[in-house]
């Protein structure tokens, strides 16, 4: 399997934001929800809170959860 059709691990996205300046505390908080909210989106789909983390690292969220938007992507 292609490393670019594997899903980015918990640790990798919160690297990330952090080499961006950012944590996902203050990312969530920002953007007006409690502060590990965000956190939910490492470990189950939330489209919403997906394209948040995908917008500050300006990384499309197809890149960061192939898996999830897989076939959306085919279609």
Known sequence: MR????DWT???VVG???IR???LRAL???SGLQAD???NALYRHCPKYERIISNYLQVP??????????????K
């Not at 490393?3 to 594997?6: G, R």
């Not at 969220?61 to 085919?74: G, T």
């Open 3 to 6: 490393e670019q059709d594997q």
């Open 61 to 74: 969220v197809e890149q960061i959860w192939p898996s999830r938007y897989q076939s959306k992507a085919k």
């Open 10 to 12: 918990a640790s990798r």
């Open 21 to 23: 300046g950012g944590n």
């Open 28 to 30: 969530s908080r920002d």
């Open 16 to 18: 990330e934001i952090k």
């Open 37 to 39: 909210t965000l956190r």
